[in-house]
């Protein structure tokens, strides 16, 4: 039998059950790419940006070496991942922190500068983890338009208010695959009040192969409200061990310590991470693919008559005719079926378009077969 106590509380509120507090429910949880085709024979999963070159065989070695600790707590601090990193990068592993995919970070990063009545800037076809974050946080998401497919200062600077927080900037974009020049970055962050945290999620940084770009570490090294993101998922393969790091001001990693869980990385995950970011061959190798088959993509898929958008990723955003039977949910349907999973990008306000993942050799060549089928043509 409940307590007076209980039974007053409860009819005080009116409430029958524990209710989240405000904005939670306005979270459209983040749906990730397929994996599977029904009864499709061999499947293709280009959805997730996964390298089709696997890890780093001496990331595979490192994880499996941890088998018979598996009873034992991780190290707190990830000190053997961090010092591998700074190592690599030359930075303080002082200043850089690790955590269970670059997600995990980029929701500390809301968690611990962005609450109720404070807002969040990212952009209009930005990573939707953002605004997840920034609702998780109890703030309100700010969304600046794009130009042409691409982040635009003057339109993110627009959007910035006494109420601003934090900003993303997701460069390159997912799922766009454009990006922003160093110089155009370092004007975004000089029209920033000081105390706005400016996010540079760099987590296609690796493969880029522009001049004019730069994932943000020297910004961060000279700069008291610059953080830059990355991640183990993409070019280093370890999507399925959940690693990400990023470097910050010394106050920023500090803050991230406090709230951070204690054993937010685990020690498999740790010592693969660590392998695989040592392994600088391994990256060059999976960069000389990439650099190869985006090229070819673009070219073919434009050959079809298709219309793709300039790109500095591992992957391709691929727009389709507005016409019947020609549209991207057409085309889905029609991929899938024949075991070739892309990435409906609806959610990013693209229905137009797919997002397509570079492959193997084997299954680039299958995409422009069948897109091509699907076009109403054939080529070898």
């Known amino acids: 039998m409940a307590s007076p106590v209980q039974t007053a509380s409860a009819s005080a509120s009116g409430r029958t059950r524990p209710v989240p507090r405000p904005g939670v429910m306005d979270i459209h949880a983040y749906v990730p790419g397929k994996s599977g085709a029904g009864g499709a024979g061999k499947i293709h999963k280009l959805s997730s940006n996964e390298t089709p070159l696997g890890p780093s065989p001496q990331a595979i070695a490192a994880y499996a070496a941890f088998g018979d600790k598996l009873a034992l707590y991780p190290e707190g601090s990830a000190s053997v991942l961090r010092e591998a990193i700074a190592a690599r990068y030359g930075l303080d592993p002082a200043r850089i922190v690790c955590g269970a995919g670059s997600d995990e970070l980029l929701s500390l990063l809301t968690a611990a500068y962005v609450g109720p009545g404070d807002e969040g800037v990212f952009t209009e076809h930005g990573f939707l983890v953002y605004r997840i974050a920034i609702l998780a946080a109890g703030g309100t998401p700010v969304v600046a338009p794009e130009r042409n497919l691409t982040a635009d200062v003057d339109a993110i600077l627009a959007a910035v208010t006494p109420r601003t927080r934090i900003v993303f900037l997701a460069n390159p974009n997912n799922p766009t695959g454009t990006y922003l020049p160093f110089e ?79 054993f937010n990385v685990s020690g498999p995950a740790m010592a693969a991470g660590a392998a695989a970011i040592a392994d600088e061959g391994h990256v060059a190798r999976a960069i000389a693919h990439n650099d190869a088959w985006l090229s070819w993509l673009t070219r073919e898929l434009e050959a079809l008559g298709l219309t793709v958008t300039p790109s500095v990723g591992n992957f391709l955003l691929v727009h389709f005719p507005d016409a019947a039977g020609r549209t991207a949910r057409d085309a889905d349907a029609f991929l899938t079926a024949r075991g070739l999973i892309l990435r409906r990008v609806d959610a990013y306000g693209l229905p137009g378009a797919l997002r397509l993942t570079i492959g193997d050799e084997e299954a680039n060549r299958l995409v422009v077969a069948a897109l091509a089928e699907f076009m109403g043509g054939s080529r070898g």
């Not at 975004?188 to 987590?203: E, I, K, W």
């Open 184 to 262: 155009e970055v370092k004007r975004l962050h000089a029209g920033l009040p000081p105390d706005v945290l400016l996010v540079l999620d760099a987590a296609y940084a690796e493969y880029v192969r522009r001049n004019d770009y730069s994932s943000g570490i020297e910004l961060v090294a000279t700069s008291d409200n610059v953080v830059m993101t990355r991640t183990f998922s993409k070019i280093h393969g370890l999507a399925n061990l959940r690693l990400g790091w990023l470097y910050a001001p010394a106050h920023v990693a500090d803050a991230l310590n406090r709230i951070r869980g204690p």
